[in-house]
C-alpha cells in the first residue's frame, strides 16, 4: 500500500468513527432523564448514513463514487488541505496553541474576521459611517447559534428558503425557534432567475404581522445544498426588500443574516459587501431597525474543519448598536463554549498579516477553488449532454437536483455505485468530493435514475 492509499485509509477511517456514534438505539432509554426537547434528537442524520453506504460498498471492492460528504478532497481522495495555512499552524508557539483565547476573540482576527466578511469594501462602508463588530465563535455553526439564540424571540419562525442546509432547523429548534420557508427559485420569467423575491416578500410581510423581531438566514453565495449564487441585481433586489419592510413596519426588528460559509471560494465572495456598499452610495436610508450579519466559518476558506473557528460579523450604523451586539455575542460564547481556539485565530491573523502570507494562502486557495470549477464545469456539460434537468449551480461544494421523489432517486444512483444524498426535495450532489474522472458517471447515473 503506498502512502496515498494509507492516508485515504486513515481517512476514511476516521469517518467511520464519527458514524458510529449514530447507531440505532431504544428511543425510549432515559426517558426519565431526558427533557422532552432531548427526547427528540434521534438516529444519525442522512448525509452520515449515506456515506457509511459509500464506504461499504468500497468495503467490498466495488467502484463506488462519493458524491456524499461536504468537505472538499483531491481527486485521489484525500482531504484537500491549504498547505499554506497547515504549515502556519504547525510553527506556531506553544503557548499560542495552549492558552484560551480572550473570550470574544484575539483582537487581530476579530480584525480579520471584519475584512474576510466585507473584503475592499470594508474601509469604505466604515467611512460612511457603518459600525462593524466581530466576535469569534466554535465554526460557522457557533455564528449561526450566536444569531439564533439572540436575534429572534422564542417560539417565534425564522425565514428560510425552502431549499437549505438540514442543521439550520437543528439550530432553531434548539432555541425554541420554528422555520418559515420561501421557494427557492422564481416562477418563470422572473428578472431575478436566481431568488424568489416576490414569495420573500409575502412571507415577510406575513411575519411582521405576527412577531416583533424577524430574522432572515440566507446562505449566500455558494449556497448549500445547490451551489446557487444571487446576481448583483438578485443581492440588490433582497436588500431593498428587506430594508423597504424594515422602514414600513419601524416597531419590528429586522436582522438578515448572510450565511457566507462558502463565499470564499465563490466567483464575487464580497457580492453583498459591493451591494451595500452601492446602496449606500445611491443613498438609501439604512433602517435603525435593521441589522445585517454575517456568519463566517473557516472550516472551508482555511481547511481546519477541525479546529471549529469562525465569527459572527454584524454591521449597523449606530455604534452603540455594535458595542451592545458584541457584549451580547461575548456572554453567550462564554455561556456556551467559553472561547473559539486561539491557535487557528491566531495563525490566520499572522498569515493575512502581511502581503505575502495572504498571497500564498490565495494563491493555494485558488487551486482548490479550480478543483471545484472544473467538476462543476464537467457536471454541468455532461447533464446537459444526457438532458438530466440539474439545477443552476455556480459556485462552491454542490450541486442539486430537484425531485419530488429524491430516496427514489439516490436509491437508483446507488444501484450503480454512485453515492448521493437525497434530501428534502431534491439530491444534493458534492462536487467536493467528486473526482474529476468520475464526474461522467455521476451524470449517467442521475441520467439512468430518472428513466
Given amino acids: 500500500m503506498n502512502q496515498t492509499d494509507e492516508s485515504a485509509t486513515k481517512y476514511e477511517g476516521q469517518l467511520k468513527e464519527e458514524i458510529r456514534i449514530g447507531w440505532p438505539m431504544d428511543h425510549d432509554a432515559g426517558a426519565g432523564l431526558l427533557n422532552p426537547y432531548a427526547q427528540t434528537k434521534v438516529g444519525s442524520d442522512t448525509i452520515f448514513a449515506w456515506l457509511a453506504r459509500y464506504q461499504n460498498a468500497k468495503a467490498e471492492g466495488r467502484d463506488a463514487v462519493n458524491g456524499t460528504i461536504g468537505a472538499l478532497l483531491e481527486d485521489d481522495g484525500n482531504l484537500a ?16 496553541i495552549a492558552a484560551y483565547a480572550p473570550l470574544t476573540g484575539l483582537p487581530a482576527f476579530l480584525d480579520l474576521a471584519k475584512t ?11 467611512a460612511m459611517g457603518i459600525a462593524v463588530t466581530a466576535t469569534a465563535s466554535a465554526g460557522g455553526s457557533g455564528a449561526l447559534y450566536l444569531a439564533a439564540t439572540n436575534f429572534a424571540n422564542r417560539g417565534d419562525h425564522v425565514l428560510l428558503r425552502d431549499r437549505h442546509w438540514g442543521p439550520y432547523k437543528g439550530f432553531l429548534a434548539g432555541c425554541d425557534l420554528k422555520a418559515r420557508t420561501y421557494p427557492l427559485l422564481p416562477k418563470p420569467g422572473s428578472p431575478y432567475p436566481f431568488v424568489d423575491i416576490e414569495g420573500f416578500k409575502g412571507e415577510l410581510a406575513e411575519m411582521c404581522q405576527h412577531q416583533d423581531k424577524v430574522m432572515m438566514w440566507l446562505n449566500d453565495p455558494a449556497h448549500n445544498p445547490t451551489g446557487l449564487s444571487l446576481t448583483a441585481d438578485g443581492r440588490m433586489a433582497m436588500l431593498g426588500a428587506v430594508m423597504e419592510s424594515a422602514s414600513v413596519n419601524e416597531n419590528v426588528g429586522h436582522t438578515l443574516l ?7 471560494y465563490a466567483e464575487e465572495p464580497h457580492g453583498w459587501a459591493e451591494t451595500i456598499h452601492d446602496a449606500m452610495t445611491n443613498g438609501w436610508p439604512w433602517p435603525e431597525n435593521l441589522l445585517i450579519t454575517f456568519a463566517l466559518s473557516l472550516s472551508k476558506s482555511h481547511t481546519m474543519y477541525g479546529l471549529r473557528t469562525g465569527a459572527i460579523v454584524s454591521i449597523h450604523p449606530d455604534q452603540a448598536v455594535t458595542d451592545r451586539i458584541a457584549t451580547v455575542m461575548g456572554v453567550t460564547g462564554r455561556q456556551t463554549w467559553s472561547a473559539a481556539p486561539r491557535v487557528s485565530q491566531y495563525t490566520v491573523s499572522e498569515l493575512h498579516a502581511s502581503d505575502e502570507g495572504g498571497a500564498a494562502w490565495s494563491t493555494e486557495r485558488d487551486r482548490l477553488q479550480s478543483l471545484l470549477t472544473e467538476r462543476r464545469n464537467a457536471l454541468n456539460a455532461a447533464c446537459e449532454a444526457l438532458n438530466v434537468p440539474l439545477n443552476p449551480t455556480h459556485d462552491g461544494f454542490f450541486a442539486w437536483l430537484d425531485h419530488e421523489d429524491p430516496g427514489q432517486i439516490a436509491e437508483a444512483c446507488a444501484e450503480q455505485d454512485v453515492y448521493l444524498v437525497p434530501l428534502t426535495g431534491g439530491v444534493r450532489i458534492g462536487l467536493c468530493a467528486i473526482p474529476l474522472a468520475q464526474i461522467k458517471r455521476v451524470a449517467e447515473a442521475l441520467a439512468h435514475s430518472l428513466n
Fill in 81 to 96: 488541505i491549504n498547505a499554506v495555512v497547515d504549515e502556519a499552524i504547525r510553527h506556531a508557539p506553544p503557548v499560542e
Fill in 258 to 264: 448572510i450565511d457566507a460559509a462558502y463565499h470564499l
Fill in 116 to 126: 474576510l466578511a466585507l473584503g475592499e469594501r470594508r474601509s469604505e462602508l466604515e
